[in-house]
């Protein structure tokens, strides 16, 4: 790689590199995900991938919420106790974009008042991938984890199916 060639990690959760990783698949130039602020994708022909941009960064996850498989690109970005966190919007559940736990709002005595609340991990329940920009190219190398996360379970072709078959059909136009 040339020294004019830009290349820059843009995951929060991991340093710089001076190479694309190993096995890494092509998502889409940055300029358009800026512009759109996410973007889907079928990666490896087996993940459905979230990749979304916000306040300068660049973060990629398994796209259907770990809950119910609610379609996390429609969910609003929010900060819970200093955390960015995208919010399903089926259900309003809150995972973190930098390390994909699950945060609820614990209350310590419930019979106290008033209620003292404060957020809490539930630990990952989100797959959380690495993104990796090179020359204004965006690429996502899958989390390759071993260790069964919740999300896990919306990324089987049997859901993906079943998903598509419930969807409403269009009615033929006269």
């Given at each position: 790689m040339s020294s004019e060639e830009e290349h820059s990690q843009t995951s929060s959760s991991s340093p710089p590199s001076s190479s694309l990783p190993p096995v890494s698949h092509f998502i889409g130039k940055k300029d358009n995900i800026v512009k759109a602020g996410r973007m889907t994708k079928m990666v490896n022909g087996c993940r459905d991938v979230?990749?979304?941009?916000?306040?300068?960064?660049?973060?990629?996850?398994?796209?259907?919420?770990?809950?119910?498989?609610?379609?996390?690109?429609?969910?609003?970005?929010?900060?819970?106790?200093?955390?960015?966190?995208?919010?399903?919007?089926?259900?309003?559940?809150?995972?973190?974009?930098?390390?994909g736990e699950g945060l609820y709002q614990a209350v310590d005595d419930p019979t106290s008042k008033p209620l003292r609340k404060h957020w809490r991990s539930k630990g990952v329940k989100q797959r959380i991938h690495k993104v990796t920009e090179v020359n204004g190219n965006v690429y996502v190398t899958l989390n390759d984890s071993n260790e069964a996360i919740e999300s896990d379970v919306y990324q089987t072709e049997r859901y993906r199916t079943g998903l598509l078959e419930a969807q409403p059909k269009p009615t033929p136009q006269k």
């Open positions: 979230l990749v979304l941009y916000h306040q300068g960064q660049l973060h990629a996850m398994d796209m259907r919420c770990y809950h119910s498989g609610g379609a996390l690109q429609y969910g609003d970005i929010e900060e819970f106790n200093g955390r960015l966190c995208i919010v399903c919007p089926w259900h309003k559940y809150k995972i973190t974009l930098a390390e």
